[in-house]
């Protein structure tokens, strides 16, 4: 096999079966099911996902199609993470949608397949201009994704407003990426770091950067570019949910990753950029929780919990190399088992039609389904971060790494906001185990054989991330080597 | 001397003068030299052409925008087999290899023909085909 095929094998893996769907999906009854499709989605998955392992064998780094893609243990990592949230999302959705709700539920597969690839495609980029498609192919699947319950007027909100504020974001990464192209006469990160210790332009070069984070910083939900997400995250199909805010974002940190690296060669710039990223991270980890605390929409109210662990995690960005890398990488990671955990619950007790909104509405739920809620509850504990769940280590590693660069303010106004947070989830948490007020709110449906498969899953990788994070912390930091060997 | 280095965006600055002023100069030329008769005629929305009936915000059925949008992409698809033409010779040159830029055509022309396909089967080729699940 060529090395060129070889460092794309998961995203041509995710393409071919993304195609197959769309293909196959004409020849159903537009209201048949298609679960088959479902199932076709969930082997093209397991197949990226070796091949991904296949390239963590080969142990080497390939510098392909020009210089733009490069395959590492770093883009392995991120590969293996992605997948595994795919993974996740197609076993919820495979039932998610009832024959007859939506005709275009086969679709539906093929698009969170072509948002993998986008979202892959993104973390194996040393090219700007490969990340800006890599982006690109990422947010119009989720575009739609975000709409997919047609009928509702907050579907059609979701959509809109996800995809007006995305396209006015990506503006900002692309001026940025020509403002790097002026400082430094090159759009390949690897030229870029070299490019910015000598460039004439200092200003322009910050500039560049600067536009860049607000591009990257609206993906991720950071504040003060937050503000679509509540509304996005409340009208949009809950295992969509589940996934963008999870997978997309764990793309782009790592290509704010890959960025924060190219500002080793220059001390005055990376000064500047922590500076840049303190401010994101503490802005965004006071109002994502403040915000939370007053929502009464439990969906609205993890919106706002994904906005302050986007914060806890732009902390690990100002650490020491290697250490922030490593601790933003496995942080990821375990935000992205319990986050899509919990989105998984939520998906499965609603079901399409979603009655249940108020966090009021999940009263009586221990009663009901004792193993569902035990394991929102268990996921609600790892947001918070209790010790023994994936989100204990991750906030440990982030605030270790900050706190060994000098940055104790910034672990302490972490643990702080880790303290005002646990209030939110614990009102959701004790709602769990409470009586049942009257008739209002909806049923709860039951979860499908499927979806109890990705949610024990989920439970099982959180709690392995919290008891032993060993391999995947080791895999993080051997991630973390190659792109600092490489940019120094 | 060493010229500094902004003087090299000196041709962009004359040029957008230069666009500025000719854009600038015409409408000003035809507004000091030309004759103003403002007639009723003269200063409806179509000077020759229908008149317009009703308001532009009202409903059209989802088959116009169906058509519109398929138009355009296909024709952005067409438009990338141009760069790709004019460089075909050169290619073996480039990638080193007899057929790879012949292979890579191939591929495209592929996932261009699955979309037509998939757009061909589920019916929005066909105008009288009801479109209410769109």
């Known amino acids: 096999?060529?090395?060129?095929?070889?460092?794309?094998?998961?995203?041509?893996?995710?393409?071919?079966?993304?195609?197959?769907?769309?293909?196959?999906?004409?020849?159903?009854?537009?209201?048949?099911?298609?679960?088959?499709?479902?199932?076709?989605?969930?082997?093209?998955?397991?197949?990226?996902?070796?091949?991904?392992?296949?390239?963590?064998?080969?142990?080497?780094?390939?510098?392909?199609?020009?210089?733009?893609?490069?395959?590492?243990?770093?883009?392995?990592?991120?590969?293996?993470?992605?997948?595994?949230?795919?993974?996740?999302?197609?076993?919820?959705?495979?039932?998610?949608?009832?024959?007859?709700?939506?005709?275009?539920?086969?679709?539906?597969?093929?698009?969170?397949?072509?948002?993998?690839?986008?979202?892959?495609l993104m973390t194996c980029s040393v090219e700007l201009l490969m990340v800006f498609i890599g982006l690109e192919i990422s947010s119009i699947s989720t575009y739609i994704l975000a709409g997919y319950r047609k009928g509702q007027a907050t579907a059609s909100e979701s959509s809109l407003k996800y995809f007006l504020l995305g396209s006015f974001a990506t503006a900002f990464f692309l001026y940025g990426i020509a403002l790097a192209f002026g400082a430094t006469g090159t759009t390949s990160l690897n030229g870029i770091a070299s490019g910015l210790s000598v460039t004439a332009f200092p200003t322009m070069a910050f500039l560049a950067l600067a536009m860049m984070l607000v591009g990257l910083?609206?993906?991720?939900?950071?504040?003060?570019?937050?503000?679509?997400?509540?509304?996005?995250?409340?009208?949009?199909?809950?295992?969509?949910?589940?996934?963008?805010?999870?997978?997309?974002?764990?793309?782009?940190?790592?290509?704010?990753?890959?960025?924060?690296?190219?500002?080793?060669?220059?001390?005055?710039?990376?000064?500047?950029?922590v500076w840049l990223i303190g401010i994101i991270a503490v802005l965004s980890?006071?109002?994502?929780?403040?915000?939370?605390?007053?929502?009464?929409?439990?969906?609205?109210?993890?919106?706002?919990?994904?906005?302050?662990?986007?914060?806890?995690?732009?902390?690990?960005?100002?650490?020491?190399?290697?250490?922030?890398?490593?601790?933003?990488?496995?942080?990821?990671?375990?935000?992205?088992?319990?986050?899509?955990?919990?989105?998984?619950?939520?998906?499965?007790?609603?079901?399409?039609?979603?009655?249940?909104?108020?966090?009021?509405?999940?009263?009586?739920?221990?009663?009901?389904?004792?193993?569902?809620?035990?394991?929102?509850?268990f996921f609600l504990l790892s947001l918070i971060g209790i010790p023994f769940t994936g989100g204990f280590f991750g906030k440990f590693y982030v605030f270790n790494a900050a706190i060994g660069a000098g940055h104790v303010w910034l672990a302490v106004l972490g643990l702080l906001n880790s303290g005002v947070a646990c209030f939110y989830y614990l009102r959701l948490l004790t709602a769990l185990y409470s009586r049942k007020l009257g008739e209002e709110g909806g049923e709860f449906e039951g979860s499908s054989p499927a979806a109890a498969i990705a949610i024990?899953?989920?439970?099982?990788?959180?709690?392995?991330?919290?008891?032993?994070?060993?391999?995947?912390?080791?895999?993080?930091q051997r991630g973390a080597t190659v792109q600092v060997s490489r940019n120094r | 001397m060493q010229i500094p280095y902004i003087w090299n965006y000196l041709p962009l600055a004359l040029q957008i003068l230069a666009a500025l002023a000719l854009a600038g100069g015409m409408v000003t030329a035809s507004y000091i030299l030309g004759k103003h008769r403002r007639t009723k005629v003269k200063l409806s929305t179509y000077e020759c052409g229908m008149e317009p009936v009703g308001d532009a915000r009202g409903r059209f059925t989802v088959r116009f925008y169906m058509v519109a949008m398929l138009f355009i992409l296909f024709d952005v698809e067409a438009v990338f087999m141009l760069p790709w033409a004019?460089?075909?010779?050169?290619?073996?040159?480039?990638?080193?290899?007899?057929?790879?830029?012949?292979?890579?055509?191939?591929?495209?022309?592929?996932?261009?023909a699955v979309g037509l396909f998939y757009?061909?089967?589920?019916?929005?080729?066909?105008?009288a085909a009801d479109k209410g699940d769109l």
């Open chain 2, 119 to 127: 757009v061909w089967k589920k019916g929005i080729l066909n105008w």
């Open chain 2, 86 to 112: 004019v460089i075909y010779k050169q290619l073996p040159g480039i990638t080193h290899s007899r057929f790879f830029g012949f292979n890579e055509m191939l591929v495209y022309i592929g996932f261009v």
């Open chain 1, 456 to 476: 024990a899953g989920a439970v099982l990788a959180t709690l392995l991330l919290g008891v032993l994070p060993g391999k995947v912390l080791g895999l993080a």
């Open chain 1, 217 to 273: 910083g609206f993906k991720v939900s950071a504040a003060p570019f937050h503000v679509w997400t509540p509304d996005v995250y409340q009208g949009a199909p809950a295992p969509v949910v589940g996934l963008m805010s999870t997978a997309p974002k764990a793309a782009v940190f790592a290509v704010l990753l890959r960025i924060t690296a190219t500002t080793y060669s220059s001390e005055l710039l990376h000064a500047r950029w």
């Open chain 1, 1 to 120: 096999m060529s090395s060129a095929l070889l460092s794309i094998l998961p995203e041509v893996v995710l393409t071919v079966t993304g195609v197959l769907i769309m293909l196959a999906d004409p020849f159903f009854a537009p209201k048949a099911s298609k679960k088959a499709l479902g199932w076709l989605a969930v082997l093209g998955t397991l197949g990226a996902a070796g091949a991904t392992l296949l390239q963590l064998r080969t142990h080497q780094i390939l510098l392909t199609f020009s210089g733009s893609i490069q395959m590492d243990t770093f883009s392995v990592f991120f590969h293996l993470l992605i997948a595994s949230i795919v993974l996740l999302t197609l076993l919820v959705s495979l039932d998610y949608f009832k024959p007859g709700a939506t005709s275009h539920s086969g679709e539906y597969f093929a698009l969170v397949l072509f948002g993998a690839v986008g979202m892959m």
């Open chain 1, 285 to 377: 980890m006071t109002i994502g929780n403040l915000g939370a605390l007053l929502q009464k929409d439990a969906k609205r109210m993890l919106a706002y919990s994904s906005i302050a662990h986007a914060g806890y995690l732009m902390v690990a960005y100002t650490a020491l190399p290697a250490d922030s890398i490593a601790a933003a990488a496995f942080y990821t990671a375990g935000y992205a088992a319990m986050n899509v955990g919990a989105f998984a619950v939520i998906s499965q007790l609603g079901g399409y039609d979603e009655p249940l909104r108020t966090i009021d509405d999940y009263r009586g739920l221990a009663q009901k389904h004792p193993v569902l809620a035990a394991a929102l509850a």
